[in-house]
């Protein structure tokens, strides 16, 4: 079965690399904007948000329910059912940037993060952001991440094809 999120790109200057990924979704603007933006949301694909308050400025902490890692920043971008923007301490500046498009009443995400680190680092990143629009897509289709049966395989599957794919392996 082929991969229903197309992969992600990056580009590197220095030590500061960005990774872009365009997710068309098949679910209105208003459902995905849930699912970005919100604890609950957040929750069935991404991260458990301890605390989120929803406008520029306000804080945010998010722990990666996978992982358990515990990031806290702010929001830095906030434009509802738009964009949702969070830049915090352990990953970075991640954008959310959703329009209407695709297939019927679908969406398409326009995703945006930037951090500092190795070039392992952003190849964990690819890996790891391609994996959660995986659940992401499932939780828009009523099947919210059980992450009790995360799979660091899939993830280490994911990461070495991005690594392959960096080097023109096929």
């Known amino acids: 079965m082929a991969d229903p999120i197309p992969p992600g790109t990056t580009e590197t200057r ?8 365009t997710v068309p979704l098949a679910h209105p603007v208003e459902r ?8 609950g949301g957040l929750r069935g694909w991404l991260a458990d948000a301890e605390m989120l308050e929803p406008h520029l400025g306000g804080p945010v902490t998010l722990r990666w329910l996978n992982s358990g890692t515990v990031a806290t920043g702010t929001v830095t971008a906030w434009d509802v059912e738009r964009i949702a923007e ?8 991640i954008r959310m940037h959703l329009e209407p498009g695709g297939a019927g009443d679908g969406t398409v ?3 945006v993060n930037e ?3 190795t070039d392992d680092r952003r190849l964990d990143s690819l890996a ?12 828009l289709a009523g099947r919210p ?7 660091r395989e899939r993830w ?9 794919r960096d080097f023109g392996a096929t």
């Open 32 to 39: 995905v904007w849930l699912a970005v933006s919100t604890p």
């Open 145 to 151: 991440a059980d992450w009790s049966s995360w799979s």
């Open 128 to 139: 790891g952001w391609h994996d959660h629009f995986t659940y992401l897509a499932d939780a």
């Open 115 to 117: 951090f500092r680190g």
């Open 109 to 111: 995400l326009r995703f």
């Open 86 to 93: 969070y830049t915090v301490d352990v990953h970075g500046r």
């Open 156 to 164: 280490q599957e994911l990461r070495d094809r991005y690594e392959a």
């Open 14 to 21: 220095g030590d500061t690399h960005t990774v872009r990924f």
